[in-house]
């Protein structure tokens, strides 16, 4: 999802970069929308926005003011 929005990058400039990774790694995988979620991703070429079900939806928004995109 955060590659998808172009926040991947962004990712490893905050601190404790690894920390907020795992948890976000472990939000998605206890999200219970793993095929919504594969499907979405498939389906959305350039996406302003993760899907309103997304437990990583307010880290993303943080990204993406971090980098500029919002």
Same mark, same amino acid.
């Given at each position: 999802m955060?590659q998808?929005?172009?926040?991947?990058?962004?990712?490893?400039t905050?601190?404790d970069?690894?920390a907020?990774?795992?948890?976000?790694?472990d939000?998605?995988?206890? +999200?219970?929308?793993? /095929?919504?979620? #594969?499907?979405?991703?498939?389906?959305?070429?350039?996406?302003?926005?993760?899907?309103?079900? +997304?437990r990583?939806? /307010?880290?993303? #928004?943080?990204?993406?003011?971090?980098?500029?995109?919002?």
């Amino acid at each position: 999802m955060m590659q998808k929005l172009g926040v991947d990058r962004q990712l490893k400039t905050v601190p404790d970069h690894e920390a907020v990774t795992r948890r976000a790694v472990d939000r998605c995988r206890s +999200c219970g929308h793993q /095929d919504e979620c #594969a499907i979405w991703i498939d389906e959305n070429e350039q996406p302003n926005d993760p899907p309103d079900y +997304c437990r990583n939806r /307010d880290l993303i #928004a943080r990204l993406q003011h971090a980098a500029g995109l919002r």
